[in-house]
């Protein structure tokens, strides 16, 4: 059994080399495939932790008149806590929106000169509200709107967060559906050329398949060289994909990190450096041997 399966893997190898350069377009057209996939998994996950990062800065705030007493708005408060969606409410009075406004300004003299001058707090009492879940807040601020008397509202901000988060996740949809795209198309035509490369390996070692057949050679030891020859183009393949990603990555890195300070890419690549090659590999795997069982189906009459 060993002697038969060493013989299998001897036959692949010389088949992948006979066919050099055909060979060497599958890799690369594979090797373009896997590169593409993990992209999409890396910058699928650095536009997710940009989402999760947002989600997590959102909240809907309740800016209330200025002649709307403390107790009506911790009456308010007390019944928006009872809300199973909610999950936390912070009240911000007047005089804390003033210390925290002028702690932002402090620089500012201008400004903190104007406050002075005006001689009364002009800012307004406030309820931040957040939700056990970021799709929870587009009902909050309904039950904001409606339970809460127009006359005590000065302004609920939730819309404009809200537009955010859509725009933003309508940008990622986009692009994910795009990489798909690409993927789908450089997968078909991968594998296309891993068929040909097994159809013109089968057809240019005709006359050694004729005389293996003549003396009663087993179909596996016929068939088996050319499914050898898939999984080394995919394993191949993943492997460059791998070393061609790592110089990508790390060339990018400082820009992506700027803009996006929460999601590392290199400790992601590393931390997720064996899902990676697993998942290309597997991808790579597929079609590679899908095409090749194809091809000696329609061209190895065994």
Request: aromatic residues 12%.
């Amino acid at each position: 059994m060993f002697v038969f399966l060493a013989r299998i893997i001897k036959y692949g190898f010389q088949s992948f080399w006979r066919n050099g350069l055909l060979s060497s377009a599958t890799v690369a057209i594979m090797t373009l495939t896997l590169l593409l996939c993990s992209g999409l998994i890396i910058f699928g996950n650095a536009g997710n932790a940009v989402l999760h990062n947002l989600e997590s800065k959102i909240d809907v705030s309740v800016y209330f008149k200025t002649n709307v007493s403390e107790n009506h708005i911790l009456a308010i408060k007390k019944n928006i806590e009872q809300l199973d969606e909610v999950a936390s409410v912070e009240y911000i009075s007047q005089d804390d929106a003033l210390a925290a406004f002028k702690e932002r300004h402090k620089d500012d003299p201008v400004i903190i000169q104007s406050l002075e001058e005006l001689g009364y707090n002009p800012l307004s009492a406030s309820l931040n509200i957040k939700a056990k879940n970021p799709r929870n807040y587009e009902g909050i601020a309904n039950y904001l709107e409606k339970e809460i008397p127009s006359e005590f509202i000065d302004k609920i901000n939730y819309s404009q967060n809200q537009v955010i988060i859509d725009r933003l996740n309508k940008i990622i949809s986009t692009f994910r559906t795009g990489g798909f795209i690409a993927i789908g198309v450089l997968a078909l035509i991968a594998f296309l050329i891993t068929f040909n490369t097994i159809r013109l390996a089968i057809y240019s070692n005709r006359e050694s398949i004729g005389i293996m057949r003549l003396v009663g050679a087993p179909s596996s030891l016929i068939r088996g060289p050319y499914v050898v020859e898939a999984f080394i183009i995919a394993l191949a393949s993943s492997i460059l994909s791998m070393l061609i990603l790592i110089p990508i990555l790390y060339s990018v890195a400082p820009s992506l990190n700027n803009f996006i300070p929460e999601f590392n890419v290199i400790d992601y690549f590393w931390g997720h450096f064996f899902y990676l090659f697993g998942i290309q590999f597997l991808v790579g795997l597929v079609l590679a041997i899908l095409s090749s069982i194809i091809a000696i189906r329609r061209y190895l009459r065994v």
